[in-house]
């Protein structure tokens, strides 16, 4: 129940039974807004009717200025990607440092190496390297180690750290000691480190127990699957569009002007790929089931136009681009005189897209109920995050979108009761503009495949962001109560500014670091130029 006073009079406004139909509105669209007017000295106007004129495109979500009293769905994915990445590589560092009982790679790595030989034991010297450990000493050893490194570093698309791990040194390099360790090796050399592994057996399913966890289950058998085709010491993981490529392109060449993208689209909405998480998938299937709901975002008391559809649809795009991006290392507001009338718009605090922030809770939940079951709880509270331990940080972050889940359920008119997450979630909504974390550079690339036939890679980059009017207007408007004067209330819409991340997909030499992605946005400043000149660099 929304009530305010008007006048003299309270106002009491029932939204159950409402119905509210959100849509784009073109008169207050980026793509056409009217340029600045000309004037000729004489007191003349001049308009160039043939002008068209870009909206901006801003590098984050502070930047865009559209934090003004609503909270626009990907302000709270810009939240939950800078925590996504900040947890990852809090886990990836636990990885190496032990978990619990169970000793990390570090150790791992060390105790295999004097258990192994040949071509099995230079693999463990070349990944040693990277992380700064000791490398082999005599001649034969560390020439063979230096194979592994130079063969290794030929391919920036295994080698090159990407996205957070490209922007501190002892990530980069974790980042290049589990590339490494993802080689798929030939069946002597798994075996060899399958037998050598003895007392630390159950330390290594419980690093690939861990990967498994935050990103997917292996796409690849590990060392110990002897009956797999391929195997490596740490696989990499399996994804939806991992699994949609190997079986549209493993025989046949990539066609002219296949987009990864929009057949994964496709096949959601046609029901040939259903995202709902399956028993064994990790932490980064449920983020995809998440975002799966910006394609079907209807919920009750609201009605999606077409052109608002079809903006679901690039952020869509967009987000997976961003979650992919943090996996990526282990993926495959008139006034007037007098007294106004009594109006009554729709009014939310947060873009109405409830079910998306409840998959969203939905997925922290899952990761933080799976690490705690495989590290336990003092585990996970042994690793600080964001001022608490990385427990409570979950338990936090999935509580600000049950909070966003839940307002915006309650303004839709539907019944709710989780006042406390709702209370988090306003706590969030009004520090948003000082939010750190809404001020970071949200432009990223990351590969898809690579077309063996073309020798390029395909990437998909997200290149910025672009303000957007969404116009909301009544289909069924709700009960209301004038207790007082007779006003008679007038139904009007309402408008917000929401955030569209502009996605890109296209075929590159070698894909961008973040900074490279960045210098040519700034560059180029619009989507097709930055297409043009990914392309050719």
């Known amino acids: 129940m929304r009530a305010f006073r008007h006048g003299w009079s309270w106002v009491r406004v029932d939204p159950r039974g409402q119905i509210v139909r959100a849509e784009l509105d073109d008169a207050a669209g980026w793509r056409e807004r009217p340029p600045t007017p000309a004037h000729d000295g004489k007191g003349i106007v001049l308009l160039d009717a043939g002008h068209r004129w870009q909206a901006p495109l801003h590098a984050s979500?502070?930047?865009?200025?559209?934090?003004?009293?609503?909270?626009?769905?990907?302000?709270?994915?810009?939240?939950?990607?800078?925590?996504?990445?900040?947890?990852?590589?809090?886990?990836?560092?636990?990885?190496?440092?032990?978990?619990?009982?169970?000793?990390?790679?570090t150790a791992l790595l060390?105790?295999?190496?004097?258990?192994?030989?040949?071509?099995?034991?230079?693999?463990?010297?070349?990944?040693?390297?990277?992380v700064g450990d000791e490398v082999a000493a005599d001649g034969a050893e560390r020439l063979a180690m230096r194979k592994w490194v130079r063969d290794f570093e030929r391919d920036p698309m295994r080698s090159r750290p990407i996205g957070f791990y490209a922007?501190?040194?002892?990530?980069a390099r974790l980042f290049k000691h589990d590339r490494l360790l993802q080689t798929e090796l030939a069946p002597h050399d798994a075996d060899a480190i399958a037998g050598a592994l003895g007392a630390e057996r159950d330390s290594y399913g419980a690093l690939l127990a861990l990967a498994e966890t935050v990103t997917g289950p292996r796409a690849i058998g590990s060392v110990e699957d002897r009956t797999a085709d391929k195997r490596a010491l740490l696989p990499a993981s399996d994804s939806i569009e991992g699994r949609m490529i190997k079986e549209l392109f493993s025989s046949r060449p990539v066609p002219d002007g296949f987009r990864v993208v929009e057949e994964l689209v496709a096949r959601i909405r046609d029901g040939r790929i259903d995202t709902t998480p399956r028993p064994g998938d990790g932490w980064y299937a449920y983020k995809?089931?998440?975002?799966?709901?910006?394609?079907?975002?209807?919920?009750?008391?609201?009605?999606?136009?077409?052109?608002?559809?079809?903006?679901?649809?690039?952020?869509?795009?967009?987000?997976?681009?961003?979650?992919?991006?943090?996996?990526?290392?282990?993926?495959?507001?008139?006034?007037?005189?007098?007294?106004?009338?009594?109006?009554?718009?729709p009014e939310f605090s947060v873009e109405p897209l409830p079910e998306l922030y409840a998959r969203i809770a939905a997925a922290y939940r899952?990761?933080?109920?799976?690490?705690?079951?495989?590290?336990?709880?003092?585990?996970?509270?042994?690793?600080?995050?964001?001022?608490?331990?990385?427990?409570?940080?979950?338990?936090?972050?999935?509580?600000?979108?049950?909070?966003?889940?839940?307002?915006?359920?309650?303004?839709?008119?539907?019944?709710?009761?989780?006042?406390?997450?709702?209370?988090?979630?306003?706590?969030?909504?009004?520090?948003?503009?000082?939010?750190?974390?809404?001020?970071?550079?949200?432009?990223?690339?990351?590969?898809?495949?690579k077309d063996l036939g073309r020798e390029r890679v395909r990437i998909v980059a997200t290149v910025g962001l672009?303000?957007?009017?969404?116009?909301?207007?009544?289909?069924?408007?709700?009960?209301?109560?004038?207790?007082?004067?007779?006003?008679?209330?007038?139904?009007?819409?309402?408008?917000?500014?929401?955030?569209?991340?502009?996605?890109?997909e296209c075929d590159v030499r070698v894909p961008p670091t973040r900074d490279e992605l960045r210098e040519i946005c700034e560059r180029e400043g619009q989507p097709e130029a930055i297409r043009e000149a990914l392309i050719a660099r």
């Open 167 to 171: 922007e501190s040194d002892d990530l």
């Open 110 to 130: 060390a105790t295999l190496r004097p258990r192994l030989a040949g071509n099995a034991r230079a693999l463990v010297d070349a990944a040693r390297s990277f």
């Open 61 to 105: 979500v502070a930047a865009s200025g559209a934090l003004a009293g609503f909270v626009p769905a990907f302000a709270l994915i810009a939240k939950a990607k800078r925590f996504d990445d900040r947890f990852i590589a809090a886990m990836d560092r636990l990885a190496h440092r032990g978990l619990g009982p169970h000793i990390g790679w």
């Open 366 to 449: 899952f990761v933080r109920e799976a690490l705690s079951a495989l590290v336990g709880e003092d585990g996970l509270r042994s690793v600080e995050l964001d001022g608490l331990d990385a427990f409570d940080a979950l338990v936090d972050i999935e509580a600000l979108f049950l909070g966003a889940e839940a307002t915006a359920r309650a303004e839709l008119g539907q019944p709710t009761i989780d006042v406390t997450s709702r209370a988090r979630f306003a706590t969030f909504a009004r520090d948003a503009i000082g939010d750190p974390d809404l001020a970071y550079d949200l432009r990223v690339a990351v590969p898809l495949y």
């Open 288 to 345: 995809q089931h998440a975002i799966a709901a910006l394609l079907r975002p209807e919920t009750p008391g609201l009605e999606i136009g077409p052109k608002y559809r079809r903006e679901l649809e690039e952020t869509f795009a967009a987000l997976f681009a961003l979650n992919r991006e943090s996996h990526a290392k282990q993926l495959e507001i008139p006034a007037a005189a007098g007294k106004p009338p009594l109006t009554i718009a």
């Open 466 to 504: 672009e303000t957007r009017t969404l116009l909301f207007d009544w289909v069924i408007r709700p009960d209301v109560q004038v207790l007082g004067a007779h006003d008679e209330p007038r139904f009007t819409d309402s408008k917000v500014s929401i955030l569209s991340p502009i996605t890109i």
